[in-house]
């Protein structure tokens, strides 16, 4: 009886996924409906094995999701009236739903370059060589790549958090100056339509074949792309099947398309999808000379008292540091003032840069001060005019205090 009743529901699901494919909806929920009662059915005999038994319950709530999803799309368009078409109207149709799809996408086409370059990026200089070699290249000299000389069509960039991937894509994103750069995150690729996800993978390559040379950046595509497995809903299986067949698929023209990945936990992805990214990129913690790099880099931007010999000793002190840790202590470190000026009682009139021209000494600016300064005014920061506040610059001891 149990196989009996698991065959026919696993009968009765594959009808319903063909209704819908053939936008037979009432068929499809028809069926939908009745797989879900002989999977329940079927579960009392499976009591003994509880992995099955978990499987049949996930697919049980996919399908009656599944089922919701095609009682509220057909609500919303008047008991399926709108989902008849005229014979001779199906190519407009088709048409229309392409070029809304493709407007949906439009936001992901990077219109404005990030204006960040290589010099922007410190340390990681054996992964820039290598997107230089295998990104900017072929698209700026096309003609050295011939024969079986080709340029990648996948390139993963997996490292721990933090340490600057997606940063490097934008980096990307400016130096392939000539290309277009579609940025785009699962969230994108993904909707509460049926089948309207395949479709937006679909029209996200057919975009940039249409703007070709051109980049596909997603991040974190661990989300979109993670292993298959049996407890998975049949929609997510779907647009892995549709994005592994645009990436790689038979007849399908990807010359001067890349697919530029990003993931924090590469064995996440799945294995035929890992397969396609052919080059992977390891972007690592920052070494001692990065690390340098990036103190320098973010504290620069600021006043501050700091010496090349208190940027070596800060990158002494941060080893295991990701880029993203540096920026955070940086950051913690000039607010500091800011707290103390929050809780002040006492402020004196100083000497300091111009916020509209930092070129200019204002002599008007005020600061926090002890109440014991001979020049102390007692007041609050509410009291004081616009912009005319200025804090210490930044000191070695303020960014020791936040390690």
């Known amino acids: 009886m149990s196989s009996t009743a698991l065959e026919k529901a696993i009968e009765l699901m594959n009808n319903a996924a063909a209704a819908e494919r053939d936008r037979n909806l009432y068929e499809a929920l028809r069926s939908y409906g009745q797989a879900i009662e002989y999977f329940l059915r079927s579960i009392k005999y499976e009591a003994q094995n509880e992995r099955q038994k978990k499987i049949i319950l996930t697919k049980c709530i996919t399908y009656l999701g599944r089922a919701n999803q095609i009682m509220t799309y057909l609500k919303d368009t008047r008991n399926g009236k709108k989902l008849v078409k005229e014979d001779n109207q199906g190519g407009e149709s088709d048409d229309d739903d392409n070029k809304k799809l493709q407007d949906k996408l439009s936001g992901a086409v990077m219109t404005e370059r990030p204006n960040i370059t290589w010099s922007d990026i410190a340390g990681l200089e054996t992964a820039k060589e290598t997107l230089k070699e295998t990104v900017i290249m072929p698209i700026k000299f096309p003609g050295l790549f011939t024969g079986t000389r080709k340029p990648w069509k996948g390139i993963l960039l997996f490292g721990p958090p933090g340490v600057g991937k997606s940063y490097i894509a934008k980096a990307v994103a400016t130096e ?25 993978v679909k029209q996200l390559f057919a975009l940039a074949r249409e703007r ?17 497995s049996d407890s998975e809903n049949e929609s997510a299986r779907r647009i892995k099947t549709e994005f592994m067949v645009q990436m790689q698929g038979v007849g399908v023209d990807n010359d001067e398309v890349l697919v530029l990945g990003a993931t924090n936990v590469p064995w996440a992805l799945d294995v035929a999808i890992r397969r396609r990214f052919e080059k992977r990129i390891y972007i690592p913690l920052p070494d001692f000379r990065g690390r340098f790099e990036m103190f320098k880099l973010n504290v620069e931007k600021n006043q501050h008292t700091l010496t090349e010999q208190d940027y070596w000793y ?11 840790d540096i920026g955070v202590v940086i950051k913690n470190a000039l607010m500091q003032p800011v707290r103390i000026i929050q809780k002040s009682t006492h402020f004196k009139k100083v000497s300091a840069p111009s916020y509209k021209d930092p070129a200019v000494i204002d002599h008007n600016m005020w600061t926090s001060c002890s109440s014991e300064d001979p020049q102390a005014k007692e007041m609050s920061w509410l009291d004081l005019e616009y912009n005319s506040l200025t804090v210490p610059p930044l000191t070695l001891v303020g960014i020791l205090a936040i390690l």
């Open 314 to 324: 800060l990158a002494e002190r941060t080893e295991g540091y990701s880029g993203h």
């Open 212 to 228: 070709k040379p051109s980049i596909i950046f997603i991040d974190e595509v661990d989300f979109l792309c993670s292993a298959r």
């Open 176 to 200: 392939a100056s000539n290309s277009t750069f579609l940025s785009v995150s699962s969230s994108d690729l993904i909707s509460k339509w049926l089948g309207e996800s395949e479709k937006l």
